[in-house]
């Protein structure tokens, strides 16, 4: 998708990226044989084949940052098969829910290979030097959640990936509601031990766990393991269909 995109392209907006879809042309390169056929003016044109190029260079050094900053952050998801190899699925749990006045207890960073966990008390400081390595971060509801307790806790850390908060593109194809929820419609299921929890239940084990029970931090560690894990297994489930939904959206726009 990220190569039939041009709207983070200077003076360039979803008009004009609507036009260029209809037209049947999709891919850069496809727009760089096929451009007079498109019927956009000509400096418009100009200006798109130089975007193009400059796309394609920061593509191929695998620039995300270019892509973060040029790119709506309600499309960053557009992104996400080129940069897949290189994604965090993040979720935090909390002793409550403002960044203002509550803290982290958990941080769960599953990279598509390995569920890393961070500790508050243990080993939460590491996020540190681990958030950084990746080009993507996959949340849900993160933008308003995570992200900001992240921040505030440790706002050494630089947050300039691309960020897919998947709440959003999500309510785009009628899957609306709370990850449990979403998983359930897409027929993901959860272990024995987690079914029916939720962030409530996340706040009482750690309370339970402040106290001396070590099978509480146990559960909330597995928990949020599975968080991460469906993060990323919704993603890869549903992106042909944002995809699909976003031309879709091209086509019926002309038709009106």
Same mark, same amino acid.
């Given at each position: ?10 003076? /360039? ?18 727009? *760089? %044989? ?34 973060? %900053? $040029?790119?709506?952050? $309600?499309?960053?998801? =557009? ?9 965090? %699925? ?6 409550? *829910? ?31 030097? @681990? ?12 933008? =308003?959640?995570?992200?900001?307790? /992240?921040?505030? @806790? ?7 990936? *691309? ?22 419609? &897409?027929?993901?299921?959860? $272990? @024995?031990?987690?079914?029916? *929890? $939720? ?7 750690? =309370? ?17 393991? @599975?968080?991460?894990?469906? &993060? ?21 726009? %002309?038709?009106?």
């Amino acid at each position: 998708m990220l190569e039939s995109t041009y709207i983070h392209m200077p003076m /360039i907006g979803t008009a004009i990226e609507k036009r260029i879809w209809t037209c049947g042309v999709r891919k850069w390169e496809e727009f *760089l %044989c096929e451009k007079d056929s498109v019927p956009i003016p000509d400096k418009k044109k100009s200006l798109i084949c130089a975007g193009i190029v400059d796309s394609l260079d920061r593509l191929k050094a695998k620039d995300h940052t270019f892509f973060a %900053c $040029s790119l709506p952050s $309600s499309e960053h998801w =557009r992104a996400y098969r080129h940069f897949s190899d290189d994604v965090a %699925c993040v979720d935090i749990e909390t002793t409550g *829910l403002s960044p203002c006045y509550d803290n982290i207890t958990v941080v769960g960073i599953y990279n598509g290979k390995e569920a890393k966990t961070y500790i508050k008390g243990i080993n939460l400081e590491e996020i540190v030097e @681990e958030l950084p390595k990746y080009k993507a971060l996959i949340t849900f509801n993160g933008a =308003r959640f995570d992200l900001p307790f /992240i921040k505030r @806790e440790f706002p050494e850390i630089k947050i300039d990936q *691309l960020h897919i908060d998947l709440m959003y593109p999500l309510r785009r194809i009628g899957l609306s509601g709370g990850l449990k929820k979403i998983e359930q419609v &897409l027929g993901l299921s959860r $272990s @024995e031990g987690t079914t029916g *929890l $939720s962030g409530f239940d996340a706040v009482r084990l750690w =309370r339970e766990y402040e106290r001396g029970n070590s099978r509480s931090l146990d559960l909330l560690i597995k928990y949020n393991h @599975e968080d991460i894990k469906n &993060l990323r297994y919704i993603i890869d489930m549903v992106y042909d269909r944002l995809v699909e939904n976003k031309f879709g959206q091209a086509e019926t726009s %002309c038709k009106k």
